[in-house]
Structure formats: C-alpha cells, structure tokens
C-alpha cells in the first residue's frame, strides 16, 4: 500500500469515527432536552390540577355559603 493510501485510509477512518461521535452526542442531547420537556409538562399539568383543586374547593365554600344565606327548594 503506497504512502497516499495510507494516509487517505487513515483521514477517512479518523473522519468517520469523528462523524459518528459526533451524531451520538447530539442524539444525547436532543434526548435530554426532550425528557426535560416531558419534566416541564408533568409539572404544568400537576400545577393544573392543584388550581383546578383550589378552585373546586372555592365553589363549594361558596356554594355552602349560599345555600346557609338563601332558601334552597
């Protein structure tokens, strides 16, 4: 095998794994920011039912309080 091959076999390989690292940490790391996205939803939708919850629990104080101060039939 002649010197230039050497060389260009050697380049194509280097280049190739530094592709193909290259790939992998980026798969990483659009991996880790949508798992981030799924932590952001559960915490809006958990946030959600807890203002849904305090809302409910609201109507019903005032519910209560209405149906004390006016006859209901």
Do not use: C, P
């Amino acid at each position: 095998m002649s010197r230039a091959a050497k060389i260009t076999l050697t380049v194509s390989v280097l280049g190739s794994a530094l592709i193909i690292w290259g790939v992998h940490h980026l798969q990483e790391q659009e991996r880790e920011t949508m798992f981030q996205g799924v932590l952001r939803d559960d915490e809006r939708r958990r946030e959600k039912m807890r203002q849904r919850e305090e809302d409910l629990q609201r109507s019903l104080q005032k519910r209560e309080l209405y149906e004390r101060v006016q006859n209901v039939s």
